[in-house]
């Protein structure tokens, strides 16, 4: 299994993970997820590396946070 495949793995389950969060059930948080990074391309095409994570699974850079209405 290569680097991609475990990535795309984890964010799988960290987005079950989520839906668990949002439907009212009560997990901890797997300890597997701890340093999960975005996961997201940056312009020189390298992954990013940034770790905090909000509900899309993307940092505040790549889609985390909506900046409202323009």
């Known amino acids: 299994m290569n680097g991609q495949d ?3 793995e984890l964010r799988a389950l960290w ?5 668990l969060i949002r439907n009212g059930y009560e ?3 797997p300890d597997v997820l701890r340093g999960l990074n975005c ?4 312009r020189k095409g390298t992954p ?4 905090a994570l909000h509900n ?8 985390g946070l ?3 209405p323009k």
């Open 6 to 8: 475990t990535q795309a």
């Open 15 to 19: 987005k079950a993970h989520r839906w």
């Open 27 to 29: 997990r901890p948080y």
């Open 39 to 42: 996961g997201a391309k940056t």
């Open 48 to 51: 990013c590396k940034k770790k």
């Open 56 to 63: 899309s699974g993307r940092c505040k850079l790549h889609g």
């Open 66 to 68: 909506s900046t409202g």
